[in-house]
């Protein structure tokens, strides 16, 4: 569980991950969403199984505390929306916010961040994703 959120400075434009038909059309569709910065490893997702898998969370009351959602829904400027015990986030662009813990592979950096991705129906047939950025965050199993 998330208990606690690095400082973090927002992207002031967010990088486009994704502009085009739905992503399902796509068997996979690997993209950058940061580095670790303590031992700069690239992390790469598949954004199709990331948003469309069954293990996709928004970060919910049994992954982050209150205290560090409101954290960083406030300096995200997120929308934070409630529905039957679920939260869900949105961007600016009203598409969903999708997040994960990730911990950096590399032997003895083990840095846990919460990566966030926004994704969905922008315009009729025109799917968008941005990367939100990365958190540094401090975690307990």
């Known amino acids: 569980m998330i208990n606690r959120v690095g400082r973090f400075e927002p992207p002031t434009s967010p990088e486009t991950l994704y502009d085009g ?6 068997d996979e569709f690997w993209v950058e969403i940061g580095q670790c910065p303590t031992c700069r490893h690239v992390e790469l997702i598949d954004l199709r199984a990331w948003v469309l898998g069954p293990d996709w969370a928004t970060p919910g009351p049994t992954q982050i505390t209150p205290d560090a959602l409101a954290e960083v829904v406030a300096v995200l400027g997120l929308d934070d929306k409630r ?3 679920t939260t869900y986030l949105t961007d600016a662009q009203r598409l969903t916010v999708f997040a994960r813990v990730l911990t950096c592979p590399t ?10 991705v926004s994704y969905g129906e922008f315009q009729p047939a025109r799917y968008l994703s941005f990367n939100l950025g990365n958190i540094g965050v401090t975690t307990t199993e």
Do not use: P, T, Y
């Not at 038909?21 to 796509?26: L, Q």
């Not at 032997?107 to 966030?116: E, I, N, P, Q, V």
């Open 21 to 26: 038909f739905g992503i399902e059309e796509h």
């Open 107 to 116: 032997d003895g950096c083990l840095r846990s961040a919460l990566h966030l």
């Open 83 to 85: 529905f039957d015990g």
